[in-house]
Structure formats: C-alpha cells, structure tokens
C-alpha cells in the first residue's frame, strides 16, 4: 500500500493556499492508484474550520494543536514530523515548495535517510514508484528524477491550474500529543520580519505586477502598486529591485527568488533574463512592459506593450479603471 503523508503549512495560525493545492494534488494521486492512502499533519494552535470545503478526497489530518508549534523552528517540525511520519507509515512525504519546506525537507532527508525530490512540477507516476518532473538550468530543460530509496520526500511547485479533486471531502482530524520537546533549541529565534497583512505573498497571488530596474526608483512601485490594488493581486519584483533596497525580498521572484504560479504575470521593466523566468514559468498569461522591442521578456511575453511604462502604465490604470467602472 502507498501511503502519503502531506505536510500542511501554516503562517501565524492560516493554512497556506499553497499546501492545501499539495493535499488536493496528492488526492488526484491517490485517486490514480487505489491502493493508496492520504493523511496529512498541521503544527500549531489553529482553528481547523478555516478547512472546510478547500481540502478535497478523504484520509486523516494529525493536528499538534499547540502554540509552541506556531512559529516554525527548524529541529522542533522535524522531530514532530518524523515521529507522525513512524506512526502513520507513510513512505512519501509531501511539502508545497516554499521558504520552509527548503529548509525542512533537506534536513529531513538526511535525518531519515530519504530520497529527496525537490522543486518538482508534475507527478511521473507511470511506473510502481513516484517520480516528478521539474526544470533545471534555470528552466531551460526538463528532467525527470526517480527516487531511490523506499522513503522519499518531495516539494512540490505551485502550478496555474486548478485541482479537479472532487469536495465531499471525509476528513478525520486527529489530536497529536507530541512529548519530550524541550525548551532547548539550538536555533534561538531572533527577530520576526513580518509581512504587511494587506499584502499577498507573491507565491500564492493569482495577479502578480511585477516591476525591474526599469521602473527606475522606490517611488516608481507607486504605480504598480494601484494597478494591483485595483485587480486583486499584489506586487513582485526582480533581483536587481530588492538589490537595491526598492523592494522588500519576500517580493523577489525568480530563481533566488520565489516561483509563482498566478493566471496573469505583468512584468514591468524586466529584460527577461533567464534566473528570472525561472520563477515564472507555471504562469498563464504574461504581459510585458518594456521600452526595448528586443528586450527577451517578448520572447515568452503572451502580450507585449513596447514603450515606457511610465507612459504605459497610467494608460493601462486609466483603462482599468474605465473597465471597473462599467462592471
Ligand atoms: C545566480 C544568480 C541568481 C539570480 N537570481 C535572480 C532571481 O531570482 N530573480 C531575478 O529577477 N534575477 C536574478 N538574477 C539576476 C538576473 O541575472 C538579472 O540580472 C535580473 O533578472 C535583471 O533584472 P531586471 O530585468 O529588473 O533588470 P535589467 O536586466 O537591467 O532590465 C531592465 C529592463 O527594463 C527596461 N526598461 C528600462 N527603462 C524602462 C522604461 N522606462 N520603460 C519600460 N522598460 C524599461 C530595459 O529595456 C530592460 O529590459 C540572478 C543572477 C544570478 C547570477
């Protein structure tokens, strides 16, 4: 039997969108190989009603319900989630690629002795074990990698499209009880770096207006930030931006950056540069602003506005807005 154990990611007591698309993903899985089973595991003090009709298929979640289990430390989530691992059975273990899975799921590995796939886009599950397929050299291939040993650990990219996993979901929840977690860490927690609350993390935004050093200064995001206002999404930016302090780095995309996945990617003064594609590649549609009709953004670009964008850019808000007036 193949059981799959999702770990559910949690910020400040909220599941991330990002593992709940992971759960969903590993149901399509399990659905493919009857043989199978899900259960997943949540650290930290959270109102689980918050799941309710997002967490499609069926399995049981292990809940550490506890507010030590709020904020992430490293040494504590592995221990925890080794020990749920020995008693659920599972042989795979599934993260959403983010910040702390690429902390997490490597030292698991090591600890576990694990076949670690890391990064990956989509599931290669033709043969008896489960393989994924993901691009390297900052995108411009695709491998396949099989893993190796009778455990693995996978992190998994956000895409565009949608779960089709259906919802009469039949979900138990079952209460951890972790013990002999001592006080003692070896990592002691030394600032917070909050995100603003009215800001989407770039990495769960279905609309992403991202700006390059061709916005020229700080103050130029000014105009990118109402053009994601107005549209329900929220703003990212290239290395060279958050290089130069314009940009905080939660917002940087790319390869040292995060990878996104939103329907509609603006990508304002950006050349295009292939660290940068890098984390764009699972977006539907791309739309570029740029001043050079060579630039290599068009080559990828879906739509393409030659020009200045601070030309562009009041026009397309001036447009916008005309639009949502008359809805
Ligand atoms: C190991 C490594 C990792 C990296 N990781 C990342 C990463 O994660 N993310 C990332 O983004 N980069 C990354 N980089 C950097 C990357 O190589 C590029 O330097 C970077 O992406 C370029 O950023 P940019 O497009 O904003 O700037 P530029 O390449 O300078 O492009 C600016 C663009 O703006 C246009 N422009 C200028 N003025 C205007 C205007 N008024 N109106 C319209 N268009 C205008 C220009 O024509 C140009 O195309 C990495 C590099 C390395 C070596």
């Not at 659905?31 to 109102?47: C, M």
């Not at 329900?232 to 931006?241: E, N, Q, Y």
């Not at 292939?274 to 670009?301: K, M, R, T, W």
């Amino acid at each position: 039997m193949n059981k799959y154990l999702v770990f559910l990611e949690q910020r400040e007591g909220v599941v991330k969108k990002a593992s709940i698309e992971i759960w969903n993903r590993v149901q399509e899985l399990a659905a493919r190989h009857p043989d199978s089973a899900v259960s997943g595991i949540l650290a930290g003090s959270l109102d689980i009603r918050q799941l309710d009709g997002v967490l499609g298929g069926k399995g049981v979640i292990y809940h550490a319900n506890e507010e030590r289990f709020l904020l992430y430390n490293s040494r504590h989530y592995a221990r925890l989630v080794a020990d749920t691992l020995k008693r659920d059975g599972a042989t795979s273990l599934f993260f959403a690629d983010t910040a702390l899975s690429r902390d997490l799921a490597p030292r698991l590995s090591v600890n576990l002795e694990a076949s670690l796939l890391s990064g990956c886009e989509v599931f290669d599950d033709a043969g008896v074990d489960v393989g994924c397929v993901r691009p390297v050299y900052s995108g411009s291939a695709i491998a396949s990698f099989a893993p190796e040993r009778s455990l693995r650990i996978y992190t998994i990219s956000s895409r565009s499209t949608r779960s089709i996993i259906s919802f009469g979901s039949h979900i138990e929840f079952i209460a951890l009880e972790p013990s002999g977690f001592t006080s003692e860490n070896l990592f002691p927690f030394v600032r917070r770096i909050a995100m603003r609350k009215d800001r989407q993390d770039v990495a769960e935004a279905a609309i992403i207006v991202a700006g390059g050093r061709g916005v020229g200064d700080a103050a130029g995001f000014e105009q990118l930030e109402e053009l994601a206002l107005l549209l329900g999404g929220t703003v990212g930016a290239s290395r060279p931006v958050v290089d130069e302090g314009w940009r905080p780095h939660a917002e940087q995309i790319g390869q040292t950056g995060k990878t996104v996945a939103p329907a509609i990617y603006f990508a304002c003064g950006i050349s295009g540069s292939v660290q940068h594609l890098a984390g764009i590649g699972s977006a539907s549609i791309l739309v570029a602003i740029n001043n050079d009709p060579h630039a290599p953004i068009f080559d990828v670009a879906d739509y393409a506005l030659v020009g200045d964008l601070h030309i562009v850019l009041p026009k397309l808000l001036d447009a916008v807005k005309e639009f949502l007036k008359k809805r």
